[in-house]
Antibody
Framework: QVQLVESGGGVVQPGRSLRLSCAASGFTFSNNGMHWVRQAPGKGLEWVAVIWYDGSTKYYADSVKGRFTISRDNSKDTLYLQMNNLRGEDTAVYYC?????????????WGQGTLVTVSS | AIQLTQSPSSLSASVGDRVTITCRASQGISSALAWYQQKPGKAPKLLMYDASTLESGVPSRFSGSGSATDFTLTISSLQPEDFATYYCQQFHSYPPLTFGGGTKVEIK
């Protein structure tokens, strides 16, 4: 069965960096696009970024463009989100999610999320 | 960016009730819409894609309809496990992919 396990969350000061990881199993990772979606405490879902199956194309939400970088290592079945210059408004649970296609449609399977808290 | 407006933002209903949630897009998105269910402290779960295609394993009491700008998610007979928050999401035009604001279904 598809399994996605996020790690790397924690408390970080504003302006600092953090890298999230998402370990995938139960499917052929290199065949699927992958997303990051976040949810601030008590708020709705916000799409953050997506990467094509081969890493060749990436898209970002305007709120994170230039600060966050999505990447993947298909040899390790792992998705990453490098977050730089973090702000208070980046505080959220970050979910990695699989796309059912090689590129971009919608997330079908989701991990359980990792909490990022940006606070001094 | 395409905006999705869900209504109502919350509703109270009883077990056995028929429940309808609406999602309106700021511009036409064909049938490129998905619906998710999220329970407190849990990850979202895909219910429907392409506006009306039921994801495998999702009970048939859930149905979706609509195209272009107006979409609905219907629960034909609300069950105790259906009390949750529901989100729509468009994948017609990106970036960004966008979600609706959510509809919380509570017990009356």
């Amino acid at each position: 069965q598809v399994q996605l396990v996020e790690s790397g969350g924690g408390v970080v000061q504003p302006g600092r960096s953090l890298r999230l990881s998402c370990a995938a199993s139960g499917f052929t990772f290199s065949n699927n696009g992958m997303h990051w979606v976040r949810q601030a405490p008590g708020k709705g879902l916000e799409w953050v970024a997506v990467i094509w199956y081969d890493g060749s194309t990436k898209y970002y939400a305007d709120s994170v463009k230039g600060r966050f970088t999505i990447s993947r290592d298909n040899s390790k079945d792992t998705l990453y989100l490098q977050m730089n210059n973090l702000r208070g408004e980046d505080t959220a649970v970050y979910y990695c999610a699989r796309d059912p296609t090689m590129i971009v449609m919608y997330p079908d399977y989701w991990g359980q999320g990792t909490l990022v808290t940006v606070s001094s | 960016a395409i905006q999705l407006t869900q209504s109502p933002s919350s509703l109270s209903a009883s077990v056995g009730d028929r429940v309808t949630i609406t999602c309106r897009a700021s511009q036409g998105i064909s049938s490129a819409l998905a619906w998710y269910q999220q329970k407190p402290g849990k990850a979202p779960k895909l219910l429907m894609y392409d506006a009306s295609t039921l994801e495998s394993g999702v009970p048939s009491r859930f149905s979706g309809s609509g195209s272009a700008t107006d979409f609905t998610l219907t629960i034909s007979s609300l069950q105790p496990e259906d009390f949750a928050t529901y989100y729509c999401q468009q994948f017609h035009s990106y970036p960004p992919l966008t979600f609706g604001g959510g509809t919380k279904v509570e017990i009356k």
